[in-house]
């Protein structure tokens, strides 16, 4: 079964649009649910929330400082599922975390708080295929997609079995390296979203050193699409708040569709 | 029971696995190939057994303590990882994993260090094998062991301040697994203790059984027995589960000491970070909380996996001592018996310390795992 968060970016495939998902930390600012509305304002296909973990190792400087941010408010797993049940924004939301956060929650307790927030997806980085089984059989089960991590390192063998896996999108890991805002699209970003369009009809997005809108559209001429994360939570720790990050996605939103 | 090897996944019992993100998982499974196949392979153990014993000066002694011993009312006797190269038991694991980074083909090193024996060690090895080293060590850290810092440097490594977090251990082991997620093709990492995801936890523990097989050997050579008790301190574990691996399968009482503001296996709440899935501090959500200790070599919030198994199935017994307990044992050692510990194992002696009573009439084995000249310049401070 095709789950929401799945059909809506292949609805907009069908549709011959390209996908952009924006990162937003969850508890970062009095008005992050305000920069999340800006940003499917703007013309975002779906929303990913991070929920901030004191230990993210797959993150780069920009998602560590907003995620100190965050926690040092006071923001909790909790907190972050409760104030997304408040929100109705006509897209898909996935959370983004670290296994440690659900792995204490108690894996059904998380999966379905997720749910009940109206979240439709997960993505947890340090959970690889080899560890995913536990997690994975409680959220098929409850009905959260989980989207899987595919990395330039990994060989057509593994790509195969990770994109059989996946389920919502396939998120392509377009550089060797953590998050962060780069200054030009690796060639390995491209590479990936190839291999991976090679062997699966899923959407394929590219995420992890995607940082303008000029790189969006460049990586979208071979993938679904993009994840954006530091170059939209560095607007917010900017201070330029949801205005910031809504004319950043509209411009992203610009290029893809020219 | 013997400590065995874990699963093919990786697990001990209920603990280990490979938490980490993809982009690595391609690496460990070559590295973990390469160890096997490099372990079972008599012409790379020979290269490390020739290292240790013409570089590192293996073996190191066992010394039997009559003053300590008579002032405890306990015979106590002494590992003496402290004498070997560098200054400590790290040594041991450093040798083989630069050996192994070489046969696989990979030219630089990264490692975090703590109080920077691992990454003094990580760094020595480098400068012998003509590899490129980087170490992540914490800023809280890089104060308060500057020396360390100094050693690395002339060693030709290039010291990097972990800034995040608590700026400790655990934030140098986030810092280098960053690091190794953007250069993980031509990079090694060089993980200093029995933690990390698999294969670390075995492979590290492998490297450091020599540690515990000569213990064994000299104990039934000079002592004509067995300890009834082997003691060793516990931040990751890895000088623990060398020592450990000697006797598991003995009568010998297993005692990891860690400290109080460092307690994981002592708190005994499972959790998954840097790699496996082991006892870990942390708070109500599941944030890892930070450590804090005297010594910054145990100032970690995690434990290897192995150790919380041994604790789980009760093969091993965990305590705790204070810094102050930890204190007066660094004295003690010093006074009776002329060996200025490091902080670390001077935990192992406060613990046997305040379990004399119990332990009176039995022969413990202490893994003094480090010397203390590193400590030397915060003791002086402390102790005025």
Known sequence: MIGAFETALRSARSADRKVVVPYITGGLGDDWLDAVRAAVDAGADAVEIGIPFSDPVMDGPTIQAASDLALRAGTTPVSVFAQLRHV???????????YNIAHHMGLERFASTAVDSGVAGAILPDVPLEESEPWCDVADRVGVETIMLAAPTADDDRLARIVARARGFVYAVGLLGVTGVRDHLAASSLEIAGRLKAITDKPVLVGVGVSTPLQAAEVSTVADGVVVGSAVVQRLLDGEGPTGVGEFIGAVRAALDA | MAMTDPTTRGWFGDFGGRFVPETLMPALFELEAAFRDAWNDPIFRAELDDLLTHYAGRPSPLTTCDRLSEELGVEVVLKREDLNHTGSHKINNVLGQALLARRMGKTRLVAETGAGQHGVATATAAALMGMECIVYMGEVDMARQELNVFRMRLLGAEVTAAASGSRT??????????HWVAVVEDTHYCLGSVMGPHPYPW???????????????QCLSRLGRLPDVVAACVGGGSNAAGIFSGFADTDAQLVGVEPAGGAAVTRAVPGVVHGSRSFLMQDEHGQVLEAESISAGLDYPGVGPEHSHLAAIGRARYETVTDAEVIEAFQLLSRTEGIIPALEPAHALAWISRARGELAGTLVLLNLSGRGDKDVGQMMGILG
Request: no cysteine.
């Open chain 1, 88 to 98: 109705d924004v006509g897209v898909p939301l996935a959370v983004m975390t670290y």
């Open chain 2, 169 to 178: 251990l655990k934030d140098a082991v986030n810092e280098a697994m960053r």
């Open chain 2, 203 to 217: 492979m590290v523990r492998e490297f450091q059984r020599v540690i515990g097989d000569e213990a064994r050997t």
